[in-house]
T-cell receptor
């Protein structure tokens, strides 16, 4: 089954404790992206990747890191999480034409 | 910059009512337009899309027409069902060749609740 998977689905952590949210897709897509969803703001792009070893900042990259060492994986790293990073996070992937992006189920992160 | 504005929700309707969710956009260049739907506890799914002016996207009884003259992409359905209750997002993507191609710019989302 073609899908984007994220882990964990739910995470509660404390300020400053490094964490990684994994994202994996099995559709051989070049393009992958991370978004955060906040009430009243819709989804905002954090980082994206056009292909392996090619990443770039989106609209709200502060406090986040990413890597793209393999085509299928695109982890999101929070080196020192803060409460303002409490949000719902979505990973997405798409074809070169980008006419459709496929979204993962989401990761709900709470930073205390 | 690019932006998408959706009508404010939440929207509450009775089953079989007519639905319209307004969406207007601002973009430099020629965007593709999308409607995504998010059911409770799930990720976003593409509902329909249109890639050029006057195109009509349709799926599951929903329709939206790309209106370049009014920069709009309103979502409509003639008869909603309880199972349509979800959050609906309008989004745009610049065509390939722009510096930000691939990125989706989303509206704030509209919560739809349909009662029996």
């Amino acid at each position: 089954e073609a899908q984007v998977t994220q882990n964990p689905r739910y995470l509660i952590t404390v300020t400053g404790k490094k964490l990684t949210v994994t994202c994996s897709q099995n559709m051989n897509h070049e393009y992958m992206s991370w978004y955060r969803q906040d009430p009243g703001l819709g989804l905002r792009q954090i980082y994206y990747s056009m292909n392996v070893e090619v990443t770039d900042k989106g609209d709200v990259p502060e406090g986040y890191k990413v890597s793209r060492k393999e085509k299928r994986n695109f982890p999101l790293i929070l080196e020192s999480p803060s409460p303002n990073q409490t949000s719902l996070y979505f990973c997405a992937s798409g074809t070169r034409e980008y006419n459709e992006q496929f979204f993962g189920p989401g990761t709900r992160l709470t930073v205390l | 910059g690019n932006s998408v504005t959706q009508m404010e929700g939440p929207v509450t309707l009775s089953e079989e009512a007519f639905l319209t969710i307004n969406c207007t956009y601002t973009a430099t260049g020629y965007p593709s337009l999308f409607w995504y739907v998010q059911y409770p506890g799930e990720g976003l799914q593409l509902l329909l899309k249109a890639t050029k002016a006057d195109d009509k996207g349709s799926n599951k009884g929903f329709e939206a027409t790309y209106r370049k003259e009014t920069t709009s992409f309103h979502l409509e359905k003639g008869s909603v069902q309880v199972s349509d209750s979800a959050v609906y997002f309008c989004a745009l993507r610049l065509c390939a060749g722009g510096t930000s191609y691939g990125k989706l710019t989303f509206g704030q989302g509209t919560i739809l609740t349909v009662h029996p």
